[in-house]
């Protein structure tokens, strides 16, 4: 079976534009919840949806969000980018909507210039 | 906020030493779970404790929950150079559906 799988690998955007970042989970998860990780750190929250509905949200502004589709796969939307949106954007898939082992994918390398 | 802190940030061992990264949260956890990261990949997921004062193994690794569900800690004994990455911990706070995440602390092996 194939892991949780991300695209695209690598994106570089400059400043005030916006990027859509596409996740799909494990087959039969139904939670995906989104990361963000600058180097050097730990990953940060950002949001978890399960069966399409927003079950958790970080503390990142209004500028980004999410949705899930009707197949479990989620976009990441961030408007109006920033120099500090760079870093890597990774998405977690997991069986249920509570906080059970997740199954990272690959994550998605932002720069912002 | 909710915190969680991890200790040390960054620890060198020689091959054959132990090794032990500790957890502490400000609020009581649902769960306490550990991740992997090896240099330029992805979190992977080790192992999730949920009782008070649970212990597992994994082989060499050992995972403790505290008896307050405040702490954590994982041990390796006798390292070897394919455990170095950088290892997370993650409490879940309220409902389950946050996780905070710990700084990780970075683990070098020298052969």
């Known amino acids: 079976d194939a892991g949780v799988t991300q695209s695209p690998t690598h994106l570089i955007k400059t400043r005030g534009q916006h990027v859509t970042l596409r996740c799909s989970p494990i087959s039969g998860h139904k939670s995906v919840s989104w990361y963000q990780q600058v180097l050097g750190q730990g990953p940060q929250f950002i949001f978890q949806?399960?069966?399409?509905?927003?079950?958790g949200r970080g503390n990142f502004p209004d500028r980004f969000s999410a949705r899930q589709f009707p197949n479990y796969s989620s976009e990441l939307n961030v408007n109006a980018l920033l120099l500090g949106d760079s870093a890597l954007y990774l998405c977690a898939s997991s069986l249920l909507g509570d906080s059970y082992e997740q199954y990272f994918g690959p994550g998605t390398r932002l720069t912002v210039t | 906020g909710q915190q969680v802190m991890q200790i040390p940030q960054y620890q060198h061992v020689q091959e054959g030493e132990d090794f032990t990264t500790y957890c502490n949260s400000s609020?009581?956890?649902?769960?306490i779970q550990w991740y992997k990261q090896r240099p330029g990949g992805h979190p992977v997921f080790l192992i999730q404790?949920?009782?008070s004062g649970e212990v597992k193994k994994q082989k060499r690794l050992t995972f403790q929950f505290g008896e307050a569900k405040k702490n954590s800690s994982l041990h390796i004994t006798a390292t070897q150079t394919t455990d170095v990455g950088t290892y997370f911990c993650?409490?879940?706070?309220?409902?389950?559906?946050?996780?905070?995440w710990g700084l990780g602390t970075s683990l070098a092996v020298n052969p």
């Open positions: 404790l949920v009782k």
């Open positions: 609020t009581t956890l649902s769960n």
């Open positions: 949806y399960y069966e399409k509905e927003e079950r």
């Open positions: 993650a409490g879940g706070v309220g409902n389950n559906r946050k996780l905070i």
